[in-house]
């Protein structure tokens, strides 16, 4: 994970995987995205109309950036 550019556009987030878009399931509202990246597969939930606006379709190349506050992990 790295920070960088993407495209053209400089991006404070750290944590960025490129990928492949594996499938894409659009709701009424929402839409989820699953990313083939090296360490496996990440589902991202969106707007639908984001993922109208980016055209988003199985087989794009895309990456994956995650910006959170929080991280959390439980065990059982």
Not at 4 to 15: D, I, P, V
Not at 45 to 58: H, M, N, P, Q, V
Request: cysteine-free.
């Amino acid at each position: 994970m790295h920070a960088g550019t993407h495209g053209s556009m400089e991006l404070s987030a750290r944590n960025q995987l490129t990928g492949t878009v594996q499938n894409v399931k659009s709701g009424s509202v929402m839409a989820e995205i699953t990313v083939n990246v090296d360490a496996g597969q990440v589902t991202a939930a969106i707007t639908d109309s984001s993922r109208e606006r980016l055209g988003l379709k199985s087989g794009d190349q895309v990456s994956v950036v995650i910006k959170s506050t929080e991280v959390m992990i439980a065990t059982s």
